[in-house]
């Protein structure tokens, strides 16, 4: 099982469809406050059709909280200003993969508290912004997923 961690998510449809996502590959959604939505948004609902049901969903006040209580194998931090490319990561069951706000990104404090190991960047098109955030958890989700044999799968 891998851990998908949204620091202060903005964007109820965007959560909706992670949440389905998390559902659909055994892996746990950490959301850490604020979030610029209610976790009851008709939208968040809307995009997470009924599999909320299905997806084991945590909330803390800090990254910090976090960290303690689930002491992830390895934490990745996934953005536009790392270096190193996603598809060069051995990632392990266990591993909490954590994504930014869709407006701002992860915070530069937060960003420079890690080794460069450990942030992690989608190939893009010189000038390009970034991915939707529901598509970027995707990509490196599956990729994890997939260097684990897709355990659980079917």
């Known amino acids: 099982m891998f ?10 449809p965007n959560t909706g469809n992670i949440i389905r996502l998390c559902a659909n590959s055994g892996s746990k959604l950490h959301l850490i406050h604020p979030l610029g939505f209610d976790l009851d948004d008709k939208r968040l609902r809307r995009a997470g059709l009924d599999y909320r049901e299905w997806a084991d969903v ?15 194998k390895n934490l990745y931090a996934c953005t536009t200003k790392a270096q190193r490319c996603y598809a ?32 992690i960047r989608i190939p893009m098109l010189p000038h390009s912004r970034s991915l939707n955030l ?4 995707s990509l490196i989700l599956y990729e994890a997923w997939r260097q684990a ?3 659980g799968g079917v």
């Not at 945590?58 to 992830?72: D, L, N, V, W």
């Open 88 to 119: 060069d990561v051995t990632f392990l069951p266990g591993d909490a993969l954590l994504f930014g706000p869709e407006s701002r990104g992860l915070p530069a404090n937060l960003l420079g508290g890690l080794e460069a190991t450990q942030r």
């Open 58 to 72: 945590g909330e803390f006040e800090t990254i910090e909280a976090f960290m303690e209580r689930i002491a992830p």
């Open 3 to 12: 851990h998908v961690v949204l620091y202060e998510p903005e964007i109820p």
């Open 134 to 137: 529901s598509n970027a958890v």
């Open 149 to 151: 044999g897709f355990e």
